[in-house]
C-alpha cells in the first residue's frame, strides 16, 4: 500500500464519516418535520387515537431498580444534571417519608383520579378525543377525563381539581397545555415524589412519527422545587385492531376496602353488595 | 330517606359549581335567560360527512324549565325562586318513567326502596344507562365530541365517559361493565345506541327501581333544532321487567361561556353508615 492510496482510504473514510454525520443530521431533521394527518377542517395535526407509554416511570420518575415484576428504568426526567427533581430540603425530607410510606400513602390507593403529568405515564392507555375545535383526553385509569380548553380564556383556578384546569394552544404542529390549580393532595408516581398547590406545568404534545406523540412536561413549583424542571416520555399508538379502553372503577367500598373492579370478572362484579337480588336462570 | 339528602348534597355542591363557571356575579334569572334561542327554522348543524353534529355542552332540562335546580328533599328549587320542579316529575318536566316489574323483582324493589342508602351512585359507582343521562334536570353537563368514528359523552357526574363507536361493530365477550357497552349506528339523522354487557348492579334512580346484568337498551340521539337533543330509551330485562320501559326527555345546549368542570365523588360514604336504623343508615350494625 502505497502513500497515495493511504491517502485515498483517509480521504474515502473522512468523506463517509461527514456523509453518515449528515445522514444522522438528516435523520433527526426528519423527525423534527414529521407532519401529522389533518383533522377534517385541513388544519388542525390529527392526534386521535389510543396511546400508552413503554416505559415504568410511573414507579419512580426518576430511575428505580428492578423489582418483582417491573423491569427497571432510567430517570425520565431530561434537565437536570443528575436526573433528579431538584427538591428544596425540607420537601426532599418529605419525599423520603412518602416513599418510606408508599405501600399505604399513595393517594393512587385510594382510587383518586392520577392527577397531571402522573396520568400520562400510567401503565394503561389513554385516548385522544379530537375534533376541529375541541381537545380532550380520556384516561382508562379510573375513567378520568381532561377537557383542554381554549387559551383564549383564563384558568379556572379558583378551586384544586385532581386534573387540575388545562388551557391550549398550537405552536405549529405542537399541542402546547398551560396547566394548573391541581391539588397538593396528589403524588407524581409510586415513589412519594409531590408538588404543592402552586404546581404550575406546560405540557408540549408533538407527533414524531405516525405512531409516536412525544410528550413533555416543565413542572414548576416555588413551594417545593428550588428550580424548574422538565420530563419527557413516549406515548406509542396502540396498534390492536378494535382496540378500546375498558371500563376502570376503582372504589372504596363502605367497609374501606378498596376495590379495582374488573369487568372481564362477572362473579367478582355480583358477589359483593347487591347479592340479595336472586335471579332467576342465566340467559 | 337521608340517603337521598346526601346525594343532593353532591348535587348542591356541583350546581354551585356550574355557577361559578359562568361568572358567579351574574343573577340566577339572567343566566336563565342566556340560553340560546331556538330558531326552528335554523338548519341543524353538521359535520363535514353530513351527519348530525351533536357537539357543545348540554344539559337534561325538566321540560320548560331552565336553568338550575339547587333543591332540597320536598322539590323546593332554590334556583328559581322557591318554585317546585327540575327534579323527576317536575312542573313541566317529562311524564313519570312507568317501571313494570316481575312479581320477584317488584319484592325486591320495594326492599331497595327501604335500603335507599345502598343506591352504589351514592357510593361514587358509575350510574349506568340511561341514569348516566338522567341526572336531575339541570345540574351536570355533558360534552359531546364528535368525529365520523365516535360519538363521546363526557358527563360531568360521576366523570363518567362513554366513547361510542358508530360502526354498529358487535358488544364483547366476556365483559360486564357498569355502563356495559355501547355500540352506535346512525338511522337517518338519529343516532342509535345499542347498549349491552352490563354488571348487573345498576340502580336506576335513588328509589330503588334497578336492573340485573340482563338489562339491554337502546338510545336515540335526535338532534330537533340546533340546540335541543331529544333523548329517548327503552330498557328491555326479561328477568326484572314484564315489559319495556320507556324514557324520553330534552337535553338543551349550554351557553358557550360555560365550561365542563371536574366532578370528584371520593371514596367512602361515610355519613350513610351514621344515620340510624330508622333514618335508612346503618348507625347500629357493629363491624
Redesign the interface.
Known sequence: MNIRSLRLAFCSIAIAGVMTALALTGDAQTQKLFTPAR??DGKTPDF?GIWQVRDTAYVNIEGHPAEKGIAAARSIIVDTPDGKIPYKPQSLAQRQENYKNRATADPSL????AGVPRATYLPTPL?I???PG?F?I?YQDN???R?F?PDTRPH?D??D???GDTRYRWEGDTLVADVVALTDQLWLDQAGNFHSTEIHIVERYRMTGADTIEYEARIEDPVVYSKPWTLRTVLYRIKVP?A????D?C??????V?HHIS????KN??KS??S?????AQ? | MKAVSTSHCFVLATAL?VL??AGGSRPLAAQATQAPSNAPSAPLPR???GRPDF?GLWLKSAGGFQGLFIGSLDGTNLAAGGARGGGRGGRGGPPPTRYEYTP?AEA?RM?RLRRGY?D?EA????PGVPRALDQPGGLYPI?I????K?V?L?HEAM???R?I?TDN?RHPK??????GDSRGRWEGDTFVVDVSNF???TWLDMAGN?V???EHVVERFTLTDADTILYEATITDP?VFVKPVEMRFTLKRVPAEQ????Y?C????RS??HYTEEDGG?KLRT?
Open positions: 383533522l377534517s386521535r385510594k382510587c383518586y383520579q385516548q378525543l379530537q375534533s375541541n380532550a380520556v375513567h378520568a377525563f377537557v380548553h379556572f379558583s378551586a381539581w385532581w386534573m378494535a378500546r379502553i375498558i371500563e372503577e372504589l372504596e367500598d363502605a367497609n374501606g378498596r369487568p372481564d370478572d362477572p362484579l355480583l353488595d347487591y340479595r337480588w336472586k335471579k332467576p340467559k | 359549581c361559578l363557571s359535520l363535514p360527512g357537539q320477584e325486591e326492599d345502598e352504589p357510593r361514587c359507582h358509575l360534552q365530541i364528535q368525529d365520523e365516535y363521546s363526557l366523570h363518567d365517559v366513547i363507536p361493530s366476556n365483559y360486564w361493565a357498569w355502563d354488571n348487573g348492579r334497578f340485573d346484568e340482563n328477568t365550561q365542563i368542570l371536574e370528584s371520593l371514596e367512602g360514604e350513610l353508615q346503618k363491624k
